[in-house]
């Protein structure tokens, strides 16, 4: 199990409800501190808890495409806290007593799914000892009846309660939503726990789609499984064209860049270092201009006669909310546009670059 990161869980908050608009310029604060990288974020942490609702939505929502990111369902924030605060618990990073109260108010409130009749509360979602602890901390102390000793050892009892629990959770299938019906899946693939593609495995798979590109907008390269997230990668028959004209259509330097989408889209890393191996983003405003830039930005989103616009509606959203991004190598760079749902990401590439 991926354990959600501070700045996931504070997007779970905000679609429970826990968090709200004027909560917004803190945020952008703690993330700017925790070293995301957002002009909008920076614009959003200047602003004060009682500015426009609807201007520090726009900025958060701009600055959540500028890095990748996307919010849970209420549903999903449900489950995601839980992580959360179940590895805070275990691992003694926040005080017990204060995970065990927004487990309570966090997580058990939020969720959709009421606990059986006669069943206990905190039933269906696993946590029933952990609200239970709480409250019988809570009634103990307000009534005078738990010294530090006691308190000590149920706290203890619910940290090695949280481990065990986690452990359970870990053992469960990820299931993801369902995916885009735009293009036929033709293999699936976890690469969790086993080693990487082989070049062999990869040519075999691009073989396979070659010649169903020119009859529709994508087609399904394979799905990685990421952690917890999968990741879709989707080919065009303008990326064939495109890699043919280098002439690296099917050559290892393309097939050992299609590998590296194992790596998955990290959106606290989404900028490259120098050297890295991933996916990254391409930033609109970088300077000077590169050709990656042109390919992905002149010749593709913001050209109307392009293929963007209909592979946008086929993945499920909008033009302004695909993110560009570069898969590398230190063979070559492939382009595409990613799009994010909570437990699967879906890229798309449409271009190649062997610029140095």
Same mark, same amino acid.
């Given at each position: ?19 709200? =608009?004027? =909560? ?6 703690? !993330? ?23 201007? #520090? ?27 959360? !605060? ?91 939503? *369902? ?74 330097? #393309? ?21 890295? =191996? ?14 990656? #830039? ?50 699967? *990401? !879906? ?10």
């Amino acid at each position: 199990m991926n354990i959600p990161s501070d700045q996931e869980a504070d997007l779970a908050r905000l679609s429970v409800g826990v968090l709200t =608009d004027s =909560d917004l310029p803190e945020l952008a604060t703690r !993330w700017l501190v925790a070293g995301l990288s957002s002009h909008y974020l920076g614009a959003l942490a200047g602003e004060t808890a009682d500015a426009n609702a609807f201007v #520090m939505r726009d900025l958060f929502d701009r600055a959540l495409r500028d890095l990748g990111m996307v919010r849970p369902t209420a549903h999903e924030a449900t489950l995601l806290l839980r992580s959360y !605060w179940l590895h805070q618990l275990a691992v003694g990073a926040r005080p017990p007593f204060e995970c065990l109260e927004r487990l309570t108010y966090e997580v058990h409130r939020h969720h959709d799914e009421p606990d059986p009749e006669g069943g206990f509360v905190g039933q269906t979602l696993g946590i029933g000892e952990f609200i239970g602890c709480y409250w019988s901390i809570r009634d103990a102390e307000e009534g005078g009846r738990l010294n530090h000793e006691e308190r000590l050892r149920a706290e203890q009892a619910a940290r090695d309660g949280a481990r065990l629990c986690l452990e359970r959770l870990s053992a469960q299938p990820v299931v993801a939503a *369902d995916a885009p019906k735009a293009a036929r899946r033709l293999t699936q693939v976890s690469l969790g726990g086993r080693e990487p593609m082989e070049l062999a495995e990869a040519k075999k798979r691009l073989r396979a789609l070659d010649s169903r590109l020119s009859d529709c907008l994508y087609a399904e390269f394979c799905v990685f499984q990421v952690g917890d997230r999968s990741l879709t990668v989707a080919l065009t028959s303008r990326l064939r064209k495109s890699a043919r004209k280098e002439g690296v259509w099917g050559a290892k330097e #393309m097939l050992a860049t299609l590998k590296n989408a194992a790596y998955g889209f990290d959106p606290l890393k989404a900028r490259s270092a120098g050297g890295k =191996d991933g996916i990254f983003l391409l930033d609109r405003n970088f300077k000077p201009a590169n050709q990656m #830039m042109a390919r992905v930005f002149d010749r593709f989103l913001d050209n109307p006669s392009s293929e963007a616009a209909e592979i946008a509606t086929a993945l499920g959203t909008n033009l302004e909310s695909l993110i560009p991004v570069r898969l590398v190598s230190h063979h070559m760079r492939l382009l595409g546009v990613l799009t994010r749902r909570p437990g699967e *990401d !879906w890229l798309v590439l449409i271009d190649c670059d062997r610029t140095e």
